[in-house]
Nanobody
Framework: VQLQASGGGLVQAGGSLKLSCAAS?????????MAWFRQAPGKEREFVAASPWIGARTYADSIKGRFAISRDNVKDTVSLQMNSLKAEDTAVYYC?????????????????WGQGTLVTVSS
């Protein structure tokens, strides 16, 4: 059961990046909520976006209108398109698979986590 995140890197403010997360092993996306969280240095891990199996996609207010989450349930992948990046978006980004079909925004509702990918936005 593994989630592998990729796509992080260094980008200038105003630029774009696309993160990807692939599930392997016995992990499948069918029936589960998938999400992205991030953790900046010295801060707690925070919710970014979720794509539930049932219901609408949900975004944190801080990234609404700039980021978009998508998923491919056949390929077992979830992506995060990040546009108009700001310095405050700098963090390690984690993909996660939840244990519920409906939207969830807290870390405790997710039982599988990727290893994280670092996004650095220079101002």
């Amino acid at each position: 059961v593994q989630l592998q995140a990729s796509g992080g890197g260094l980008v200038q403010a105003g630029g774009s990046l696309k993160l990807s997360c692939a599930a392997s092993g016995r992990t499948r996306l069918v029936g589960a909520t998938m999400a992205w969280f991030r953790q900046a240095p010295g801060k707690e891990r925070e919710f970014v976006a979720a794509s539930p199996w049932i219901g609408a996609r949900t975004y944190a207010d801080s990234i609404k209108g700039r980021f978009a989450i998508s998923r491919d349930n056949v390929k077992d992948t979830v992506s995060l398109q990040m546009n108009s990046l700001k310095a405050e978006d700098t963090a390690v980004y984690y993909c996660a698979r939840g244990n519920r079909a409906v939207v969830a925004t807290t870390v405790h509702e997710y039982n599988y986590w990727g290893q994280g990918t670092l996004v650095t936005v220079s101002s």
